[in-house]
């Protein structure tokens, strides 16, 4: 990408969420490469600090940039619908939450081992390695296990 960056204040790497950021990106698909964040709530904060999606990221401000970066990193988005938040209903404090990467794995973590000890159905299908959400396992997720028939070799001389 050696495009003409007739911007002298353009940034080639865009530090947000602990995650480095290319500047040449568009504003929408940067923000949906930090891990917590998608394509949707991009847009949604592209409309929110009146940004134009198709803008390098790299083109922006330092004082916007700033901003964001304290939006984003920011647990609680007020201004957000419930249903796009990744972590909805906290078990400790019931609020409604929006991780991101090292963070929201952690919290995953915490969930699964959560519903382990307290003996959960979806815990103990972790437990096993089944399938947790209700898939069928008859015919699908056989990964390990040895597939078909397996024939015995008869023994040289024995008939």
Known sequence: MAEDNNNENFQYIVRIANRDIKGERKFELALADIKGIGYRQAKIIAAKFNIDPSVRIGDLSEDKILEIRKYVE??????????????????????????????????????INLMKKM?????????????????????????????GVVRKKEEPGKK
Request: charged share 35%; hydrophobic share 25%.
């Open 119 to 147: 003996r959960s159905y979806r815990g103990i299908r972790h437990e096993q390695g089944h399938k947790v959400r209700g898939q069928r396992t008859r015919s699908n997720g056989r990964k390990g296990l040895s597939i």
């Open 74 to 111: 920011n647990k609680e988005y007020a201004d957000m619908p419930v249903w796009l938040l990744n972590h909805r209903k906290d078990i400790t404090t019931g609020k409604d939450f929006n991780l991101l990467s090292n963070d929201l794995d952690l919290q995953v973590n915490d969930d």
